[in-house]
Every structure is written in structure tokens, then in C-alpha cells.
């Protein structure tokens, strides 16, 4: 990509993340676009980071840098079959939410066990409501371990 078309990829990256990707991002950083049937995914320095599902930009669950700078989801174990087949995270399954947010922001999902990445989502929820909801989806999964961009990541990382 120009640098040009690249700093626009990562700033509307950043506005939908919240988050300022230049911590987490070097400035002069390569950033190169692989077109596949399941997504555009966007390489940073050779590391799939980035992926656009319709007009929106998210990370991958490969792009680990990010963890410590979005809001986390944690569930319990007897939740991680379902969010890795795709499930939307229900209320039942959370065993804590961190972080502060709004409705929309974009959220990590990890199991209690062992701090793993399992799903990128969108919080359905501000940050008082969403820990306070007793039923229903809490956040709706775009993006989840052994989905195409999952396996389609895993290649490009090497």
C-alpha cells in the first residue's frame, strides 16, 4: 500500500478501535493488503493484523499487540466451545468484563483458564450496562479462532 492509503487504513483502524495504533505501530511500518474470497487482510510488517469485514476495519486474534490496549471479555471454559464456533457472547458465560467502553467499541474475548484470545467483537452495551446484564448476547462475535480469517491469518503469519 502507499503510505498514503496506509495511514488512512490505520487511522480509521484507530477510530474504530479507540485505541491510537501509533503504541502500537511503528510510523514507518509496511503495510501491504492480501485479497482472499474470506477477507482483505491488511500485514503489518509482514504480521497479519488487520481485516475488513464490510465498510469496518477490526484486528485478528494474531494481532496480539493490541490485546492491552482494548477492553476484554473474560468467559467461562464451558463457553469457549460456542464463541469458537462463532456464538455471540451471552450474558450467562461472562465471568468479567475490564475495561471502560461505550456500545459499539470493540472488545477482546478471552477464557478464564488461560488468558487466551478466542474473539473480537462489538460490545452491544456501554461499559456500566454491559456489567450489569443478567441474559442475552453482551457481544455480538466478528471474529473468532478457526473462522476463514482465523485460518487465513495463521497462513500469512510465518
Not at 57 to 84: K, N, S, W
Not at 116 to 136: F, S, W
Request: hydrophobic content about 50%; proline content about 3%.
Amino acid at each position: 500500500m502507499k503510505t498514503k492509503e496506509a495511514k488512512a487504513l490505520l487511522n480509521r483502524a484507530s477510530e474504530k478501535l479507540r485505541v491510537s495504533l501509533d503504541a502500537v505501530v511503528d510510523a514507518k511500518a509496511n503495510v501491504e493488503v492480501v485479497e482472499a474470497e474470506a477477507a482483505e487482510i491488511y500485514l503489518i510488517d509482514g504480521k497479519p493484523a488487520l481485516f475488513k469485514a464490510g465498510a469496518e476495519v477490526f484486528p485478528t486474534l494474531i494481532f496480539t499487540e493490541i490485546a492491552d490496549h482494548v477492553p476484554r471479555v473474560v468467559v467461562d471454559m464451558g463457553a469457549v466451545r460456542h464463541v469458537c464456533n462463532g456464538a455471540d457472547i451471552m450474558a450467562p458465560g461472562i465471568v468479567r468484563i475490564e475495561g471502560e467502553f461505550s456500545k459499539g467499541a470493540v472488545v477482546l474475548v478471552t477464557d478464564v483458564k488461560h488468558g487466551k484470545p478466542l474473539a473480537i467483537g462489538e460490545i452491544l452495551y456501554d461499559a456500566a450496562e454491559a456489567r450489569t446484564v443478567k441474559q442475552g448476547a453482551v457481544v455480538k462475535s466478528v471474529h473468532y479462532v478457526s473462522d476463514k480469517i482465523w485460518n487465513l491469518a495463521k497462513t500469512l503469519n510465518v
